[in-house]
């Protein structure tokens, strides 16, 4: 049973940099996606970023390559941050099967969710 549990939101300037953690609990040895979500009220769910944990290439949105990375296993380090980037961030898992070696970034892919975190750059 995967539980997450995500933290490290604030409020940024814009150009600041966070961290998000994403603490993870009954993953284990587990073939899994872990992937960051964000959402804005009123819109769609968007991923951003995905890892495999067992050691598949890391996957990020268009939007935000080159400023998001993983960092420290499953913590977001996002740098570069603008306005666009406000919205509550979601940590989210699923058991991946022996096909899946790429994360997909879509939102229902994923089974276990985070309560989220929230993001401001003002």
């Known amino acids: 049973h995967v539980q997450l549990v995500e933290s490290g939101g604030g409020s940024v300037q814009p150009g600041g940099s966070l961290t998000l953690s994403c603490k993870a609990t009954?993953?284990?040895?587990?073939?899994?996606?872990l992937g960051w979500f964000r959402q804005v009220a009123g819109k769609k769910r968007e991923g951003v970023a995905a890892?495999?944990?067992r050691g598949g290439g890391k996957v990020y949105a268009d939007s935000v390559k080159g400023r998001f990375t993983f960092s420290q296993g499953y913590n977001l380090q996002m740098n570069g941050l603008n306005p666009d980037d406000a919205a509550t961030y979601y940590c989210a898992a699923f058991s991946a099967p022996l096909s899946v070696t790429r994360c997909p970034l879509t939102p229902g892919d994923y089974v276990a969710w985070g309560q989220g975190t929230q993001v401001t750059v003002s």
């Open positions: 009954g993953i284990g040895y587990s073939r899994t996606c």
């Open positions: 890892v495999h944990t």
